[in-house]
């Protein structure tokens, strides 16, 4: 019998979906998948030269537990220039992907009955890790642009709060946090002490000029506090390499580098020296990939927005639009299963992220695939 730990893990509702629609696709089926969470570019060629190498070379043993040193430092640098916050390598940890960072964050900074606050929509994943820390995960509600404000988060702080989850730009709805808010969130938690999470692994993906800031450059306080977490997975097309990072107190990072010592080791050594050029070399895939998924999520905003019954708010960042379907009389779940199997068409059901009345599309998806997928949901949609 497995451990109630085990048992009471969620299993992802995004990967149900997503591979109901693969098992369809390869019985032969002409499935549209907008269920995906990764870019659909390859990663620049730059890149997987500097993996080739790295293997050609035999840079293929342990590393030190929390990465290698010119990584360290190539994230530190990028912190300071990109994001205007000044971590030492030391302050500086590298994992197996984002997603494994913040696990290793639940495990370093959650006690039993700690609470941790996580703003509606969220990232499935967010609620689990809580979960399996034993903490108790409080939702915080968000403006109806699914924006996050410091009064939401204020209402919801109490003696026990020990961390916020900030995701901006935010996965599945896309919205950026306004600066003013972040400046009231700053000075929130440093008021009371709590720790925030800042999910920033969307950072690049910000349309319309629109201005994103990190909160830990706000001031040495602010910084003291938080734990910026980011990844090459989205940034760079490397979902599948698994390099995710972040910059916190020495003191975090430690207990964070002993968790890691006796869990995983070291991330891949071979798509460390990949990571390493990703930050370090040229940039420009990074421009090309953003300009592209900007096309497209006009493209299909404006088409949702067009479809009887569903609405969406246009998406600031990510990529991802998530449209409201609760006209239509259907709860995410029976909309996305039934256009799935009567359409051909995968979303991901809203209930996932903590809202039922909506979906999840990806536009990480070509323009044809768009196009087609939006045909096929605006009829389907009709006939219901
Ligand atoms: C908000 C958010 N954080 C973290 C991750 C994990 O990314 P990684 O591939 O670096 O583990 C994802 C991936 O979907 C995400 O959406």
Not at 94 to 111: E, P, R, W
Not at 217 to 229: F, P
Not at 369 to 381: A, F, S, Y
């Amino acid at each position: 019998m497995v451990s109630k730990r085990a048992s009471d893990i969620n299993p992802s509702a995004t990967l149900a979906i997503d591979t109901k629609a693969k098992q369809l696709k390869k019985e032969g089926k002409d499935v549209v998948i907008f269920g995906a969470g990764e870019p659909d570019f390859n990663t620049p060629g730059n890149i997987k030269q500097a993996a080739k190498k790295a293997i050609e070379d035999n840079i293929t043993r342990y590393t030190p537990v929390a990465g290698i040193p010119a990584l360290r430092e190539a994230i530190a640098n990028k912190f300071k220039l990109v994001n205007n916050i000044n971590y030492e390598p030391s302050e500086v940890i590298v994992s197996c992907g984002a997603k494994h960072t913040l696990y290793n964050i639940a495990m370093a900074l959650l006690n039993k009955g700690d609470e941790a606050i996580l703003p509606v929509p969220y990232w499935v994943s967010f609620e689990e890790m809580i979960k399996l820390a034993e903490a108790n995960v409080i939702f915080c509600s968000t403006d109806k642009n699914f924006k996050l404000t410091a009064k939401d988060v204020e209402e919801k702080t109490t003696k026990k709060t020990k961390m916020l989850i900030l995701n901006s730009p935010n996965n599945p709805s896309g919205a950026i946090v306004e600066q003013q808010e972040i400046k009231k969130i700053a000075k929130l938690a440093v008021e009371n002490n709590f720790y925030v999470v800042s999910d920033e692994v969307y950072e690049y993906f910000v349309y319309n000029n629109k201005k994103r800031v990190s909160i830990a450059s706000l001031n040495d306080e602010i910084k003291n506090l938080t734990i910026t977490v980011n990844s090459v997975s989205k940034t760079y097309a490397m979902t599948g390499w698994r390099i995710g990072y972040c910059g916190a107190n020495k003191e975090l990072i430690k207990a964070m580098e002993n968790f890691q010592g006796h869990s995983t080791g070291n991330a891949s050594n071979i798509a460390q020296m990949a990571a390493l050029e990703a930050l370090s070399g040229p940039q420009d895939s990074v421009k090309k990939m953003v300009s592209a998924f900007d096309e497209r999520r006009r493209f299909m905003h404006k088409r949702l927005n067009e479809i009887n019954n569903i609405s969406c708010i246009e998406p600031e960042g990510a990529f991802y639009a998530f449209a409201d379907i609760a006209k239509t009389g259907m709860k995410s779940m029976e909309f996305s299963s039934k256009l799935l199997d009567e359409a051909l068409v995968a979303v991901v059901p809203g209930k996932a992220f903590g809202s039922d009345n909506h979906i999840r599309l990806s536009y990480a998806a070509s323009m044809q695939e768009i196009e087609n997928g939006m045909d096929r949901i605006e009829k389907w949609v009709k006939r219901k």
